[in-house]
């Protein structure tokens, strides 16, 4: 596992809590939350393709084959 996926992980965090906060100190509490939660969507995403790619190491190490008998 790269290490600079958790750094990319962490930057997505850091800034999602800066504009939160900047935000929510402006009187803007419902865009900080629609800040918050695209935060978090876009670490989603980061992490499910690094799920994809685990699944696509496995299928490939036990080399599963669509065999129909």
Not at 47 to 63: A, H, K, P, Q, W
Request: aromatic residues 10%; charged residues 15%; negative net charge.
């Amino acid at each position: 596992m790269d290490v600079e996926i958790i750094f990319k992980i962490a930057a997505v965090g850091i800034l999602t809590v800066v504009v939160s906060q900047i935000l929510k100190n402006s009187g803007k509490d419902d865009i900080s939350t629609l800040a918050t939660l695209a935060g978090v969507v876009v670490t989603l995403f980061m992490v499910l393709g690094m799920i994809s790619e685990l699944f696509d190491t496995i299928r490939t190490m036990f080399n599963f084959s669509l065999v129909y008998f």
